[in-house]
T-cell receptor
Framework: KQEVTQIPAALSVPEGENLVLNCSFT??????LQWFRQDPGKGLTSLLL?????REQTSGRLNASLDKSSGRSTLYIAASQPGDSATYLCAVGPPKQRFGKGTKLTVNP | NAGVTQTPKFRVLKTGQSMTLLCAQDMNHEYMYWYRQDPGMGLRLIHY???????AKGEVPDGYNVSRLKKQNFLLGLESAAPSQTSVYFC?????????????FGPGTRLTVL
């Protein structure tokens, strides 16, 4: 059974800092890994999708990497801003997508 | 495009009542999913569908039924609601399985069962 873990559960950083969020999974037989952002009381917004054959994906200040052999993915956020404050979730699959419990990020002005 | 929409946004039920949650997508996606999100438990898959007329069980299917009569709609039913079903329910859709399975989520339905 696939288990997905995100550490830390919460992270607080000052504005402008570069940071890394971690996601680990137990079964490397995945088709892709997806990172999401969730704001309080809202749905999930897709940030990046990494296919199993890829090593990383970039979008603006975000960079996600995938190492299937070690069962790990990282989400790198450059020059963090208060607007980046949210909960970040990773999910592996598909089609039975398994989610981590998320990392709650707070970026302080 | 509206993307993924969910109806209703909020609902309060009494134990034993029934209701249906509606999910609709206008992206011509084959796959659709129902999740529930609970504090400390994260997002868990209830049921999913890989195409019109097909459904499959996810991680926590008990107490729920689903139907996919039309490609664009995925219905989640609670026949006899229980307080343990108090949760936020999210619907999602994706073009296909495997590598191109980027999921798009609806805004959620907050359900309280008294």
């Amino acid at each position: 059974k696939q288990e997905v873990t995100q550490i830390p559960a919460a992270l607080s950083v000052p504005e402008g800092e570069n940071l890394v969020l971690n996601c680990s999974f137990t079964d490397s037989a995945i088709y892709n890994l997806q990172w999401f952002r969730q704001d309080p009381g809202k749905g999930l917004t897709s940030l990046l999708l990494i296919q199993s054959s890829q090593r990383e994906q970039t979008s603006g200040r975000l960079n996600a990497s995938l190492d299937k052999s070690s069962g790990r993915s990282t989400l790198y956020i450059a020059a963090s801003q208060p607007g980046d404050s949210a909960t970040y979730l990773c999910a592996v699959g598909p089609p039975k997508q398994r989610f981590g419990k998320g990392t709650k990020l707070t970026v302080n002005p | 495009n509206a993307g993924v929409t969910q109806t209703p946004k909020f609902r309060v039920l009494k134990t034993g009542q029934s209701m249906t949650l509606l999910c609709a997508q206008d992206m011509n996606h084959e796959y659709m999913y129902w999740y529930r999100q609970d504090p400390g438990m994260g997002l868990r898959l209830i049921h999913y569908s890989v195409g019109e007329g097909t459904t499959a069980k996810g991680e926590v299917p008990d107490g729920y039924n689903v139907s996919r009569l039309k490609k664009q709609n995925f219905l989640l039913g609670l026949e006899s609601a229980a307080p343990s079903q108090t949760s936020v329910y999210f619907c999602a859709s994706s073009y296909s399985g495997r590598a191109l399975n980027e999921q798009f989520f609806g805004p959620g339905t907050r359900l309280t069962v008294l």
